[in-house]
């Protein structure tokens, strides 16, 4: 994937949100001249993103979309994802139903291997870190 800004949609976790409009007005503060830009999309799978900003001092700032939930197997999976393959579990619906959906709001969704492997995760106790969260 070339790293460039993106202009479609994207689900957004606030909190994440929060955080990383915390971090541009603490570096605001030492650098008042500074001029925060969003600057590229450096990653996406599914439905996360992380999001590269660069002040005009250089410092750069990255904002992931959604929380990691680690602790599941060797691999992290993003909480959004899971979240998403667990709603279409619910419904009864597949990989199709969650392309469907997020089609019609413009957001980009996992391949078909990735929600297997979610959907396997989810099936084996993932379900359980999903419901604290």
Same mark, same amino acid.
Not at 56 to 66: A, D, E, G, L, M
């Given at each position: $994937?070339? @790293?460039?800004?993106? %202009?479609?949609?994207?689900?957004?976790?606030?909190? &994440?949100?929060?955080? #990383?409009?915390?971090?541009? +007005? /603490? =570096?605001?503060?030492? #650098?008042? *001249?500074?001029?925060? &830009?969003?600057?590229?999309?450096? /990653? =996406?799978?599914?439905?996360? *993103?992380?999001? *590269?900003?660069?002040?005009?001092?250089? =410092?750069?700032?990255?904002?992931? %979309? *959604?929380?990691?939930?680690?602790?599941?197997?060797?691999?992290? #999976? !993003?909480?959004?994802?899971?979240? @998403?393959? !667990?709603?279409? $579990?619910?419904?009864?619906?597949? =990989? +199709?139903?969650?392309?469907? %959906?997020?089609? @019609?709001?413009?957001?980009?969704?996992?391949?078909?291997? +990735?929600?297997? @492997?979610?959907?396997? /995760?989810?099936?084996?106790?993932? !379900?359980?870190?999903?419901?604290?969260?």
């Amino acid at each position: $994937m070339t @790293a460039t800004i993106t %202009t479609e949609n994207r689900t957004v976790n606030l909190g &994440n949100l929060i955080k #990383y409009t915390e971090a541009v +007005s /603490k =570096h605001s503060r030492f #650098y008042t *001249s500074g001029v925060v &830009n969003l600057v590229k999309e450096t /990653k =996406h799978d599914g439905l996360a *993103s992380v999001l *590269s900003a660069k002040c005009s001092c250089s =410092h750069k700032i990255t904002f992931p %979309t *959604s929380n990691k939930l680690s602790g599941l197997s060797r691999r992290d #999976y !993003w909480e959004c994802n899971l979240t @998403a393959v !667990w709603g279409q $579990m619910s419904l009864r619906g597949g =990989h +199709s139903n969650l392309q469907k %959906t997020m089609s @019609a709001l413009g957001v980009p969704v996992m391949t078909k291997r +990735s929600f297997i @492997a979610s959907e396997k /995760k989810l099936v084996n106790g993932g !379900w359980k870190s999903c419901r604290n969260q």
